[in-house]
């Protein structure tokens, strides 16, 4: 009887441990995922950054008129991302600077951010780019 009690005691530890090893593998897992997502929303933040200032540079160089900008770059932009524009009010719409702040912002990786995606779940269906605003 002891002998049975002590066996299955120890089967209960072992299956604890090893249920304890798989928790912290995924877990592991999960946060590199999530380092490696966290790079790229970097890099495309960055990209971003970079692509308005040889847009501005451009533009510039073609003489168009600052106020026209938004314009010409609601047509360079994927879709999604002039989405973000078109919900503004149309006189921010049309401000240029207020046009690339707000995309800036959007696009952004904060530290807040950052631990957020560390720290909590997103829903498969939805994207890091929505799960960081909500």
């Known amino acids: 009887m002891t002998k049975k009690l002590t066996k299955n005691i120890h089967s ?3 299956e604890d441990h090893k249920a304890r090893e798989e928790n912290l ?3 592991e897992q999960k946060r590199k995922k999530l380092r490696i997502e966290e790079r790229e929303e970097k890099l495309r933040f960055e990209q971003l950054s970079l692509y308005l200032k040889l847009f ?3 533009a510039q160089r073609l003489n168009i008129d600052q106020e026209n900008w938004v314009s ?3 047509g360079l ?3 999604e991302v002039s989405h973000i524009i078109a919900r503004e ?3 921010k719409a049309n401000s240029y600077e207020h046009v ?3 995309l ?3 696009f952004k990786l904060t530290q807040k951010v950052s631990t957020t995606i560390c720290h909590s779940p997103k829903a498969p269906e939805r994207t890091w780019i929505d799960f960081t605003m909500s």
């Open 89 to 91: 009010l149309d006189d």
């Open 25 to 27: 593998r995924i877990e």
């Open 56 to 58: 501005e540079r451009q």
């Open 77 to 79: 932009l994927p879709t």
């Open 100 to 102: 690339k702040d707000l």
């Open 72 to 74: 010409h770059l609601l």
């Open 104 to 106: 800036l912002k959007r």
């Open 12 to 14: 209960t530890i072992v």
